[in-house]
């Protein structure tokens, strides 16, 4: 496994998956999902920073950016929707790629309050996505994708 984190650059041609979902106010559940995926012949592009600086006046355009360019450059992108917050850009980054015919790889914790509204959009849009309900069944996904030699 590769990891880049942001602001890193990702400029490969390698499978590679962004972690899009909660950060701010959020568990750092991309360390969890890092960890299970570790031993995979595969690029993580993580967009949790470890030292977010606040006092840039430019960061939120930055991170923005970094977001939207690697997720554009990623093989598949994988979403986890946890509990504390609503992920209101991740809902977007959403809605954006569920238009892309890359793989998207979509995990929903139970307690997650807009859990009914992924499940409905992404029956809409790509039916064909399973929706899983945990971080290790989120991995699994993942990791059968990864292995795959297309």
């Known amino acids: 496994?590769?990891?880049?984190?942001c602001p890193g650059e990702y400029s490969g041609r390698?499978?590679?998956?962004?972690?899009?979902?909660?950060?701010s106010?959020?568990?750092?559940?991309?360390?969890?999902?890092?960890?299970?995926?570790e031993n995979e012949n595969l690029v993580l592009i993580n967009p949790r920073r470890k030292?977010?600086?606040?006092?840039?006046?430019?960061?939120?355009?930055?991170q923005i950016?970094?977001?939207?360019?690697?997720i554009l450059k990623a093989s598949a992108v994988s979403f986890w929707f946890p509990p504390e917050t609503l992920c209101p850009?991740?809902?977007?980054?959403?809605?954006?790629?569920?238009?892309?015919?890359?793989?998207?790889f979509i995990g929903?914790?139970?307690?997650?309050?807009?859990k009914k509204d992924v499940e409905?959009?992404?029956?809409?849009?790509r039916p064909e996505i399973k929706i899983v309900y945990s971080l290790q069944k989120l991995s699994e996904q993942i990791k059968s994708w990864a292995r795959d030699k297309d």
């Open 51 to 62: 030292v977010f600086p606040e006092d840039n006046p430019n960061i939120e355009y930055e």
């Open 120 to 125: 409905i959009q992404i029956k809409l849009i």
């Open 25 to 37: 106010e959020c568990r750092n559940w991309q360390l969890n999902l890092v960890t299970m995926l």
């Open 89 to 104: 850009i991740t809902l977007y980054e959403l809605g954006k790629c569920g238009q892309y015919k890359k793989p998207l």
């Open 1 to 5: 496994m590769k990891y880049i984190e």
């Open 14 to 23: 390698k499978k590679s998956l962004f972690l899009a979902g909660g950060i």
């Open 65 to 70: 950016t970094w977001e939207y360019n690697h």
């Open 108 to 114: 929903i914790d139970p307690k997650y309050a807009r």
